[in-house]
């Protein structure tokens, strides 16, 4: 077989660019007329013409495209006995047929063996479709309605919170809450007022307090509905 490029060149098939680069720079110091200067005519010439070659095939392997137009065409020009591509690394090598060498088949697959991990991912998948899904909605209702009715009055209604003591003393005016807050007669009210207080102080204790629209302080008060 004629010796290629890479074989002028002195470096691998599978060289980086700058493996590649290397390669040849060493090579042509070595054949640089300088290095020949007052040697035989014939070295001469013989160092002359392999640095016509090693330039010749550095043209082809520096430029990205033609070097992959020529490993194409090395690797059409492969022996046909290769048994097929062996990948590496850098590309694909040919290994060629070996007699003598035992095929080992590829083993078949066999049946796929879930580890506990799987069966648990596979249990919570078939709680989540759709019937299982349902249960469970029904059995979390079931239990919130029990519920309801042990906290109840023993009728199936919720226990009603205990109303709020009133203070002692005499309320001081009535107040309407809806739609603005204002003060209007009691028996149309919506809250009964027992004191006033300043914006920042605390009304006493069980009173809710309620801003003064308009006027500035807070109704203490107690709802009446």
């Known amino acids: 077989m004629p010796k290629s490029h890479y074989d002028t060149i002195g470096a691998n098939p599978d060289a980086s660019a700058a493996q590649l680069r290397r390669a040849y720079l060493q090579r042509a110091r070595r054949l640089h007329p ?3 200067a ?3 005519a014939r070295e001469r010439a013989s160092a002359e013409r392999r640095m016509q070659e090693l330039n010749a095939a550095w043209s082809v392997l520096s430029d990205p495209e033609s ?8 690797a059409r020009r492969a022996p046909s006995r290769a048994t097929g591509p062996i990948v590496s690394g850098r590309g694909e090598r040919w290994q060629p047929f070996e007699p003598d060498r035992r095929h080992t088949p590829t083993p078949e697959p066999g049946p796929v ?4 991990r799987a069966m648990e991912i596979r249990g919570a998948a078939r709680l ?3 019937l299982p899904l349902l249960t469970i909605f029904a059995v979390v209702a079931g239990l919130i309605l029990a519920a309801s009715l042990l906290t109840g009055d023993g ?3 919720s226990s009603r919170r205990a109303p709020t003591a009133e203070p002692t003393g005499i309320p001081i005016g009535c107040i309407s809450l809806v739609p603005i807050v204002e003060e209007v007669p009691c028996g149309s009210h ?3 007022v027992w004191s006033v207080v300043e914006a920042g102080e605390p009304c006493e204790s069980g009173l809710e307090a309620v801003y003064r629209q308009g006027v500035g302080g807070l109704f203490c008060v107690t709802r009446t509905r």
């Open 113 to 116: 063996v879930a580890d506990e």
């Open 128 to 130: 989540l479709r759709p």
């Open 34 to 36: 300088d290095q020949f």
């Open 155 to 157: 009728d199936g209604t």
């Open 190 to 192: 919506d809250a009964v």
């Open 38 to 40: 007052g040697r035989p």
């Open 67 to 74: 070097r992959r137009a020529y490993d194409a065409e090395l």
